[in-house]
């Protein structure tokens, strides 16, 4: 697909009445046009099934909408690891708002089936003091590595994560609290001894005790574990 004729397909998705509450949960975004996430998916899959090298090195960022096709027609690319990666570090000084961040980071099915290789490459970004960079970090993690080979390790980076930032903090609470979920004896040993700033560490107790997959019992351990 073209630029002109993704430009024509974004201008029949525009919606402003989703645009002004899209704009008002993203207030760090480009302009919003309004289109909804599902739709946006299904021409990212439309154009990732096409020339997707083409549509990355040509497509424009005046809009939120080309940043978050170009997030999922990341996510969707079938391509070599190397090539891909190419594209993602080439994409990710754009991010500026959490939705481009995450629409990236949770459509990134690559990684599942080249972890060792994705997380050699996350790490250059862990030690970057630099908001959305290490928010990439935290929700790449949780969204592909929260799995029995990693999860330690996962655990230990988000105390590398300290760039100070908000939107990188509440990305690390995120990250701990899902791995609460899925591995709580590892988790719950991290949380003895870590060294996330207080906030955080309260930030990620947090949301554990609102999670519905959290036991009333744990969720009053984690409520005495504030600080």
């Known amino acids: 697909m073209t630029i002109d004729k993704v430009r024509a397909e974004l201008m029949l998705l525009e919606d402003r009445k989703n ?15 309004g289109a909804r996430l599902p739709d946006l ?31 999922f027609v990341l996510g969707y690319a079938k391509d ?14 754009k991010i500026g708002d959490w939705c481009v961040n995450d629409s990236f980071c949770q459509s990134f ?33 949780l969204s592909h590595f929260l799995v ?10 988000m105390d590398r994560l300290k760039c100070g930032a908000y939107y990188t903090k509440m990305g690390v609470a995120w990250c701990v609290a899902t791995a609460y ?3 709580p004896a590892e988790t719950y040993a991290y949380l003895k001894e870590n060294r996330l700033d207080d906030w955080t560490f309260n930030k ?12 009333k ?11």
């Open 41 to 71: 998916r299904r021409l990212a899959k439309q154009i990732a099934k096409k020339d997707y090298r083409a549509f990355l090195e040509q497509c424009p960022d005046d809009f939120f909408e080309w940043q978050v096709l170009q997030a």
């Open 148 to 157: 029995d080979t990693y999860i330690e390790d996962v655990l230990g980076v």
């Open 109 to 141: 099915q690559i990684a599942r089936q080249n972890r060792a290789h994705v997380w050699e490459w996350l790490m250059r970004y862990a030690d970057m003091q630099e908001e959305y960079p290490q928010r990439v970090v935290a929700v790449m993690l």
């Open 217 to 227: 019992e744990d969720k009053e351990m984690l409520r005495g574990m504030k600080r």
């Open 181 to 183: 979920v899925k591995f």
């Open 204 to 215: 990620s107790v947090q949301k554990m005790t609102e999670s519905l997959r959290v036991s």
């Open 19 to 33: 645009a002004k509450r899209s704009s008002s949960i993203t207030p760090n975004a480009k302009p919003v046009l």
């Open 80 to 93: 070599d690891i190397e090539t891909v990666l190419g594209y993602a570090d080439q994409f990710i000084p």
